[in-house]
């Protein structure tokens, strides 16, 4: 296999603790001519200010001195850097070399930054900028009782930055498991090497989310309820998952099919105001069409009534008009009665639920909604939904959720998903 060409940064300073400002230059070449040769790199990037290119002449004499050529162009560059101390044009004459060997040049090459000459602000952007685009960085340490390192005693210090590539992770994860984008972070979390963080919890976290996002709520509750909570990473959540592992608990192991019910369709209206947040309003009304449709089939299993095969008798026991059961029974299909949103609430009203009763008295707006669904491009339409269609939906759809049950603000709080709080600006984007 073709071994990659080593490019070496090298940022170069003027030299100190030296008697004359000459002996600072040779001193400091002496050092930059020992990291050189112990990396044996390819080619050389200097960046220098017009005073510290003078440092570079007497690397190139240890070179001859040495019966070797230092050629400018050929073996060596110099980038002048003249903002010595604004670490934004330092960056950023570090970031346009690194582009351009990465993505513009023919070969392939393998970038090592070595910061230790040079301001402090170089040095500082030079080290950032290599941790940004994940290059290799280097530090030459050795003997400092002179204050700096004696030359003779350079060792080259490889900066091993997985800890804090890591932590940037932990950055990305946050923000992306608060815009419930989960399968990223579990794609992030397998990438994560540092012991000290509590990798296997998060990713039960992550993966709980995705599958109750997805309305799996038993490998939700199963995922969740591993999450070890007491870990430093989930103090600010920690409270949101008991509510939230509380309402899977009920909607996976209550035996009261209504509070299974009522924890199922606080579920949904807020999987739709998710949806909604992401400003997919096509997507956010087509859950809340099932949750309207939910809340009336909740309702009708009170009386023992599934919308999905209706019993005559049940409904003749309840003193349903015989013109309605009429009117139903033309609709058989297989053997079966089967009725959609619109005959469930008309049937509801038939008993005289106040789900029924408001239905019918907001027939006109409701049906408004309904049908610009139907129209809706994931319905039977070609048209998009709008925030403001979106809202007028919700507003009726948890209208009728708080009719269906007194808890249910209650419902809806315990299954609002959980999400960290993004403290710093950089992990807001």
Not at 34 to 43: A, E, H, V
Request: aromatic letters at 12%; a negative charge.
């Amino acid at each position: 296999m073709k071994r990659k060409e080593i490019v070496l940064f090298m940022t170069v300073g003027t030299g100190i603790n030296a008697n004359t400002k000459e002996e600072g230059f040779k001193l400091l070449a002496q050092k930059l001519y020992s990291t050189i040769n112990k990396i044996y790199p390819n080619y050389v990037v200097f960046f220098a200010s017009q005073r510290s290119k003078h440092t570079i002449n007497y690397i190139e004499e240890l070179f001859k001195k040495d019966n070797d050529e230092f050629i400018i162009n050929e073996d060596y560059e110099i980038i002048s850097i003249e903002a010595i101390d604004d670490f934004n044009s330092c960056f950023e004459a570090f970031e346009s070399k690194i582009w351009e060997l990465d993505y513009f040049a023919e070969k392939n090459y393998e970038i090592i930054m070595d910061y230790t000459s040079g301001t402090k602000t170089m040095s500082a952007a030079m080290a950032c900028c290599g941790m940004f685009y994940s290059k290799d960085l280097i530090s030459i340490g050795g003997d400092r009782s002179t204050g700096e390192v004696s030359a003779g005693t350079e060792i080259i210090n490889y900066q091993n930055l997985y800890k804090i590539y890591d932590k940037f992770a932990l950055m990305r994860i946050r923000n992306n498991f608060n815009s419930n984008r989960f399968m990223p972070c579990i794609d992030i979390l397998n990438h994560i090497v540092d012991l000290s963080i509590h990798k296997d919890s998060l990713l039960n976290l992550c993966k709980a989310y995705y599958s109750w996002d997805n309305m799996d709520f038993e490998k939700a509750y199963e995922h969740l309820i591993k999450v070890d909570t007491k870990q430093i990473e989930f103090t600010e959540i920690r409270s949101d998952i008991k509510k939230n592992l509380n309402a899977l608990g009920n909607i996976v192991k209550s035996k009261s099919v209504n509070l299974q019910n009522c924890y199922i369709l606080a579920s949904l209206i807020n999987n739709s105001m998710r949806k909604a947040e992401e400003y997919k309003y096509d997507d956010a009304i087509a859950r809340l069409y099932r949750s309207f449709e939910l809340i009336a089939q909740i309702e009708l299993t009170k009386y023992n009534i599934k919308s999905s095969d209706i019993d005559v008798s049940v409904l003749k026991e309840n003193n349903v008009s015989d013109e309605f059961i009429e009117e139903l029974e033309k609709t058989i299909e297989d053997g079966k009665i089967r009725i959609g949103l619109s005959k469930d609430f008309q049937l509801l009203n038939e008993l005289e639920n106040d789900l029924g009763k408001y239905y019918i008295e907001n027939e006109s707006p409701i049906k408004n909604m309904t049908q610009k669904r139907n129209n809706s491009i994931l319905a039977h339409g070609l048209e998009s939904q709008t925030k403001e269609d979106f809202d007028q939906f919700l507003e009726i759809v948890l209208t009728l959720a708080r009719k269906l049950d007194k808890d249910m603000n209650k419902f809806i709080k315990e299954t609002k998903f959980a999400k960290f709080e993004i403290k710093l600006k950089i992990n807001a984007f």
